[in-house]
């Protein structure tokens, strides 16, 4: 049986990119707004664009944080992109201080200013693997995924930290830890290297 | 190290590509829009932005279709514009596929529409399209003079939740002279968020200087179509003269 994704549909963000690049990929997956039909995917796409606080709202208000969480406890493997990424931390510090799931022993912070860097930090920008990784197979160390993102994530374990980018110091970029894997940037709209992650997520994990 | 982006524009009247000189879109480029977005993602465009420059408010619903058709093999950031007039119409172009939403005249009809929008999808989904002649922010298709200055209105924009500028000059648009870089120099210096560069690439040293200028990223359209493996040409020029562009997709 083929796997079957899920991609969270919590009312964040731009979801049919995910769901297009699945599709390019010829991988079978559906937005699932059911916390209870989550059960039913071997594997999971946390999406994302906007405001911390309004997302982890929207995911306790569905109830759709605690069918995570089961997802999360029974191994599944779990994939954060951009916001959903930094929902899997213990807190952020976006527009005050919010709890997140709290998968990943990290704080979201602001980006620091710096003369000359703009913030959010949006573009296309490289990507350093710390290791190798079946997540990250096939790609090679430097190759620029798209950013947009004002926070980033700062990992108590530096373990847990499997790609960084530079601007304005170094940033988390893709984090590995057990069932979770998380990507800062866009993979669905990173070209190839992007699609590259997503079918890795989708074959390899 | 954050690059240079190198955008691709796809000017569209009635589903079809245009061609676009001084706004004037009357030669129609006979090829289907999913075409051309798959040449520009072999040829490792890094963003793509689709303008309906329709005159009719009717054509709405039509370039949202094509907007759905082209993100599906779009694997880069997709911006989309042209008669943003509603919270709903921005809703389901978002719907369809893109990533960014293009506005202009909105800015001078319905500013509260534009913070709106801005505080709902975020201020990175707002990108702010101005047109400029005879020294002043044009809007309404280029038909309606604001009687602002570009840095003004730039300022404004961005002071109503624009994340980017796309910066256009009516007279440079399709003329092949390059940018207006006089202004466009003086809007990158004065703002603290991303500029790009549009309107009257005929060689890729006009992109050099838009570059040079002060802008985040160039964009062209009408050459893009008559070049084989346009973008991948532009991107060598642009890294041969120092600067950081990505590298990635076929070789020309």
Redesign the interface.
Known sequence: MKTRIAIVDYGMG?L??VR??L??LGAESELVSQPAALAGFQKIILPG???FADAMRLLRDTGMDRALEERHAAGAPILGVCLGMQLMCKRSLEDGQHQGLGWIDAEVKPIAPAPGL?I???????VRFTRASPFVAGIADG??F?F?HGYHVACADPSDVLGTC??GGTLAAVLERGNLRAAQF?P????????QLLGNFVENV | ???K?LIAVLILRDGAVVQSVRFKHTNSIHYDPVHAIECF?KW?V?EIVILNVSREAGSRAGFAEVVKRI???????LSVGGWITDQDYARSL??????KLVVNTLLADDPALMGALARR?????MVASMDVQNGQAVVDRGRRPTGVAPVEWAKRAVGLGA??IFFNSIDHDGARKGYDLETLRAVCAAL???VIAFGGVFKWDHMLEGIRAGA??VAAANIFHYTEHATMKAKRHLAEAGVAV????QRA
């Not at chain 1, 959010?120 to 490289?126: E, I, R």
């Not at chain 1, 669905?188 to 699609?195: A, H, W």
């Not at chain 2, 999808?121 to 989904?125: D, L, P, S």
């Open positions: 731009n049919w990119s297009n690049a599709v390019e664009v906007g405001a703009k959010p930090h949006m573009g296309w920008n490289s190759t620029d798209y947009v530079e601007y866009h669905e709209k990173s070209q190839r290297g992007g699609l | 190290m954050l690059k982006r993602n490792a890094d993100s599906q093999k779009c694997f880069v950031p978002l719907n369809a596929g893109a990533d999808f975020g201020r990175q989904c994340g980017e603290d968020v991303p985040d990223a990505r590298s990635e997709g």
